[in-house]
């Protein structure tokens, strides 16, 4: 049976993936600093492990335990949408998260490799193709930058991937998914991927629901044919038209 590690697992989405990896027949075992705040939701499951730990502080030695046996870590991190959660410390809560994970995985995975899924966002370019936004939306993501500290995070975390991870790691394989506007909704619906966005993410974005951006997610997990086919890439997600 896969075992996987999902960081920001009693989040808005990250509570939706443990469910949908849950059904798939995937162990998980979910790092956050309050256990209820998923148990609440998702109940007592035979295949939940739940770790009660803040990620920055847990033990590196305790954190290896969770990693070794795990073929992938799922983050859905992210930053509250209150005063203290996007301007308090950490922050670079994702960043950080993802380098003590790689840095981990190198050590425990260093004779196979593991993949990491992060769950970004279209405001976010891949500089590695390039591409080139809208100047109105490259115009507003410049003020945002000094603005919104979690902007930063998450460009700073893709970064971190496509940088210094790169595309010929020995212990890592990874994914960045970039949603447009998020939405909520009961059901998965189809929806579409892509190699870059296709509208301005300021000014024209589209929608996808967060069970639609957890569904992703959980097949590039699972998938291998899904993962070869976007593994060092940063797909981006819209609703079926």
Known sequence: MKK???LGASGATGRLLVEILLKKGVEIIAIVRNASSLTNIVGPHPGLQIVEADISEIPESDLAQYVRDCEAVLCCLGHNLTFKGMFGHPRRLVTNAVKKITKTAETVHANNKMK????NTTGNSNRD?????????RFVISILRFLLPPHV??????????LE??????????????PDALVNEDQISQYDIYTS???????????I???NVADFMSE???????????????PVIYSHA
Request: aromatic fraction near 8%; hydrophobic fraction near 45%.
């Open 4 to 6: 996987m590690l999902i």
């Open 116 to 119: 990491i899924v992060l769950m």
């Open 129 to 137: 193709i390039p591409e080139k936004p809208p100047f109105s939306q």
């Open 153 to 162: 995070d998450n460009e700073n975390a893709a970064d971190f991937l496509r």
């Open 165 to 178: 991870i790169g595309q010929n790691n020995n212990s890592i394989e990874w994914a960045a998914v970039r």
């Open 197 to 207: 966005p296709i509208r301005n993410a300021i000014f024209d974005a589209g929608s």
């Open 209 to 211: 629901s967060r069970i």
């Open 220 to 234: 590039l997990a699972i998938n291998s044919e899904l993962w070869d086919e976007w593994k060092g890439k940063m």
